[in-house]
T-cell receptor, first 113, second 115 residues
Framework: DAGITQSPRHKVTETGTPVTLRCHQTENHRYMYWYRQDPGHGLRLIHY???????DKGEVSDGYSVSRSKTEDFLLTLESATSSQTSVYFC????????????FGQGTRLTVV | AQSVTQLDSQVPVFEEAPVELRCNYS??????LFWYVQYPNQGLQLLLKYLSGSTLVESINGFEAEFNKSQTSFHLRKPSVHISDTAEYFC?????????????FGQGTELSVKP
């Protein structure tokens, strides 16, 4: 299995609080991605990174920010959590810019109450 | 804009029966095509992919998918399913003009194999 660790695996938080999810990889892959999974929508890209300090927005980036200060870590922050951000969040990594084989983490289930 | 449509949200089937999970895509440029599988409470795993060459691609556990360019489809098939194939299956594409290899997913199909 690819070395991807997401933390925490489960979190319950209150509306309006900041939340940070962490993705850690041991594969030294250049590309990292954050997706959210919701019923009926499949997975949708939030943000991605193509190198240290190089990030860009995905399809559903509003309300989220990311940071990548080291190759191995990609952080997703909800600045002020809302109930619409209740979801399962997946981190993925890829070694190529064409992403012909992405590896996914186990996911973080976030509930905003 | 590109999109992926999985035509069935749920597919119940009996063990040892054949199954087909349908996937259609829309794109103005060429794409790479993928099927990912998600077992309960786990992340996604790559099942098979089409990049170029033969339009029929196979996985190690008996699934196959055929790229049909004229119908913009990439349906997944298995001639005889097992209980262990119960999972959610996602079709995805990467448009070749896409910077950063961003996967575009369909909505997913829940395959439920019954004894």
């Amino acid at each position: 299995d690819a070395g991807i660790t997401q933390s925490p695996r489960h979190k319950v938080t209150e509306t309006g609080t900041p939340v940070t999810l962490r993705c850690h990889q041991t594969e030294n892959h250049r590309y990292m991605y954050w997706y959210r999974q919701d019923p009926g929508h499949g997975l949708r890209l939030i943000h991605y990174s193509y190198g240290v300090k190089d990030t860009d927005k995905g399809e559903v980036s509003d309300g989220y920010s990311v940071s990548r200060s080291k190759t191995e870590d990609f952080l997703l922050t909800l600045e002020s959590a809302t109930s619409s951000q209740t979801s399962v969040y997946f981190c993925a990594i890829s070694g190529t810019d064409k992403n012909t084989e992405a590896f996914f983490g186990q996911g973080t289930r976030l509930t905003v109450v | 804009a590109q999109s992926v449509t999985q035509l069935d949200s749920q597919v119940p089937v009996f063990e040892e029966a054949p199954v087909e999970l349908r996937c259609n895509y829309s794109s103005s440029v060429s794409v790479y095509l993928f099927w990912y599988v998600q077992y309960p409470n786990q992340g996604l795993q790559l099942l098979l992919k089409y990049l170029s060459g033969s339009t029929l691609v196979e996985s190690i556990n008996g699934f196959e998918a055929e790229f049909n360019k004229s119908q913009t489809s990439f349906h997944l098939r298995k001639p005889s399913v097992h209980i262990s194939d119960t999972a959610e299956y996602f079709c995805a594409v990467i448009p070749l003009n896409n910077q950063g290899g961003k996967l575009i997913f369909g909505q997913g199909t829940e395959l439920s194999v019954k004894p």
